[in-house]
């Protein structure tokens, strides 16, 4: 008896317990949140075989998003390998950091209520939230890759609108040098020039290859330099080349973190341009942002942000201040790790593979101290700069081509034909079937000299 | 000791019961969404007395985002009313809809992985999600304010860049009519010649009013009409005025909803612009459309998309996607009727107000059937476009300004300096000062007369 009575008090204790429990966890309370979360959680739930992913805003069958699936793969769950696949190596898209944001799936997600910032403006009037600037600033002072110290900045729709931005801010003085010469060290990212020529401005014009201009600057007018450093597509470390009053320079550093390059020192140049598609791999994203010496150039860029889209979206200022967030917890380290683990994998692997080649050469970088990890580094960049070595292969392209191997033409960088930029930086399902190919590719030209 | 063992037993299915709900309903589970959940509802928590409003990327104080305040609001709750605060009826930021979503919390809300769409482009190479696009078409069938069968859909941030983009694509032939002359009739919205003098063209350039060009355009090269109905400033449907071969024309349709106007039938143009801004509120979300009947020019625009800023983040398509899913629930009732209903309200107390004045006016429009409402209604546009009367009053912001009103300057939109835009879509508390100040202003008047 006695012991039954303890067990009926235990269980009474339970009881209350677990209603507690419940009541405060929230389990049976409907919050305005609850359905969002749901949806995003089962979508989150359903299996693409590692070959592919489901979306909220995916296509829906039986009421379900379906999977969409890598290159190369097929089915209802991307379980498909589909034979003799193109390896498509042209896109710099940096999908190899999407397995960090899957492992850090809590710490990135960002919930945004119908009512969330719904006007044009910030407060202050401003486009720009202050908890992201100032995230941004800390950002750069972790890595210490930029000083941002007394600096402005400006936010954009990716590097690509920041660009024209720039070059746009740069030019805006109408006087007798009018227009600007744009000029870019061969071989140039291939959207300065078509960006450039596309707006067909009174203010500037694209003028090609730097080194032409090398020595002639003062004489012949005013000048925007386009710098990359790391470069695009060869991945080395630039520095202006043309100098002088009239000499403008914009450094595109959009490669400018550890994953790609060793960063011996912050950059304090007068104009920066970063961009999130390459430190955190959210290409989807469009954001960038410049970092200005210069107040009325800050100014132009602006009011040039002000009467081409009005500003950044509030859903994705929020978002990159989360993502943010979560690449400098402890210091950096987790996110800019894990992003040059895989990059320098995938070069041992393709350096192995290029080393018993004649036909075809890569890039070679040389190791530099890296401040960030404290110590010296071999450059990991995102593309493979590969040339055709042998005589009659003036068309490296056509070349890969012909073996199932897409990369983009050298000519478009302003280079010789080559060339060609293969990259290293997409999936790991895309790395795979380009490091397979190019094995075939080599293996046949040993064999073809063996014969 | 029978009833005690019933009594446990009842317990102990109960104590299974609470366990199995527990589990089921996720309660001691650490889902991946709960931390982005409790932070957005804790921050939705935080009461600003209904003059303001705490944001997830707001400032933090004591490990708490603070309040926002609206103008002529202060104090930590936004509780203090700021005397002799200056009624900003300046931009027309559509904040009237707000209480809308926070009405429709649950339902328009999204949760963002941080994995979610990283990518560059969409699986099919596109930089816009199919079921978006389709939720556009979706939205205009039920609207019943545009014809969307077998046309092309761009989007871009906000009307903004889609403006410039279309006259862009529009001018983009290197002929002997080049640049093209872009117009408006005047009075017009001031971004038109802001925009496309700012961005500096071999291609184009802004010539002021439509009406000096008409019955001439044939005789004087290539033009680029703007259209926009309802017009900004005064609310007037518009059609185009030039004829002929070597006149494109662009509709701006930013306020051609339900809220601001009779719907009498489809539109039906080249080429047609809309944006989310005033159709939900979401200034901030930098979302727009355009609808375009001609492939080349769709083409250039998204080449033009492509060297912008190469497409819209990815979440804010999501967003946009969720949002407009709940603007046409129920046939898109609750949204219009909502905002018609705060629309109506507002002219109804403006126009009272007027009818004592002399000294001012505003614009009176003629009610239309609407075919959205199945009724005749009269127009309940975004501004109201006031005129000083008085022979005096030839800065008619001048005067305004004197009572503490800050208005758009008549000269801005192309019109006489004795016009002034004064926004009526604001927040109620923007509205309610505008009213409380013209009330002031015209009972001043009133009793001058009566000395």
Redesign the interface.
Known sequence: ?AT??I??SC??V??LL??V??YS????E????????A???FV?SISCSGHG?A?????ILDGKPVC??NACYAGPHCSVLLPGCIADAD?G?P?F??PF??K??????????????????F?DGSLL????ESQIRTLHAVVGNAVTDGRYIVI???A??LL?AAV?SLS?TNDRFSPARVVASTPYYP?YR??TE??????YKFEGDTSVYKNKSVSQGKFIELVTSPNNPDGKLKKAVLQGLSVKTIHDLAYYWPHYTPVPTPADEDLMIFTL?KLT???????GWAIIKDEAVYQRML??MS?????????????V???LK?AIEEQGKEMFNFGYRIMRNRWIKLRKTMLTSKRFSIQELEPQNCSFARKVREPTPAFAWLKCEREEDKDCNAVLHSMNITGRHGSLFGAESRYVRLSLVKREDDFDWLLKRMKMLVSQENNDAGD
Not at 30 to 37: I, R, Y
Not at 104 to 121: D, F, K, N, Q
Request: aromatic share 10%; hydrophobic share 35%.
């Open positions: 008896m039954i009575t067990l009926l269980s009474m339970l009881n677990l209603f429990s419940i966890h929230g389990g049976w409907q919050s305005w949140t609850e359905t969002a979360a949806e995003a959680e989150a992913r979306f909220l805003d995916g296509s969409e699936c896109s898209d999908m950091l999407e944001w899957l850090h799936a809590a710490s990135s997600t960002i919930v945004v209520p119908g009512w969330h910032r719904m006007s044009y403006e407060n939230s202050n908890q992201l954009g729709g990716g690509t609108q024209h746009h805006a959207v078509e960006q596309f707006f067909n401005s009174k203010d598609s791999g959210h290409g989807g994203s469009r954001f009011t040039y009467l081409s889209t009005y500003g950044v979206p509030r859903e994705t200022q929020l978002r201040l989360k993502l979560v």
